[in-house]
């Protein structure tokens, strides 16, 4: 089963394309297997990455990855970047689009067990 997080970027990427936008995203250059251009990431570590189909060759998006050959410095690059590594996808034009946190653990929701220090919830009883 793909995870929500591939849904929401694939939506996104669909919507900018289709209205005429330019999609970028915004990737922690640190994450596990981040492959960019070495000097493009800001003092974070981030580097935003314009993804629409005219500013690249070779794209490839599937439930695990984006791919595609860019243009640094005129100097062609092979970019590979993870979906867990993708901070946010929005249009350059508008701003809009949707950010991901930076410690996202999965698709798996948060613990409540007792071990985890999540408060019960209050529940209903009958009362003779």
């Known amino acids: 089963m793909a995870a929500l997080k591939t849904h929401l ?3 996104v990427y669909d919507w ?3 209205n005429g936008f330019t999609p970028q995203i915004v990737v ?3 994450g596990e297997g981040v ?3 070495a000097g493009h990431a800001d003092d974070a570590g981030r580097i ?3 993804i629409h189909p005219r500013a690249l060759q070779g794209f490839a998006f599937d439930d695990s990855w984006i791919r595609f050959t860019a243009r640094f410095g ?3 690059f092979g970019v590979e970047v993870p979906l ?3 901070l946010a996808i929005y249009a350059r034009e508008n701003g809009q689009g949707i950010s991901f946190p930076a410690d996202e653990g999965g698709d798996q929701p948060p613990e409540t067990g007792p071990e985890s220090g999540a408060r019960k919830r209050p529940g209903l ?3 003779k």
């Open 9 to 11: 970027l694939r939506a």
């Open 125 to 127: 009883r009958v009362v």
């Open 35 to 37: 492959r960019v251009p």
């Open 84 to 86: 867990a590594a993708v």
């Open 74 to 76: 005129g100097t062609p």
């Open 16 to 18: 900018a394309v289709e």
């Open 28 to 30: 922690d250059t640190k």
């Open 48 to 50: 935003v990455l314009n």
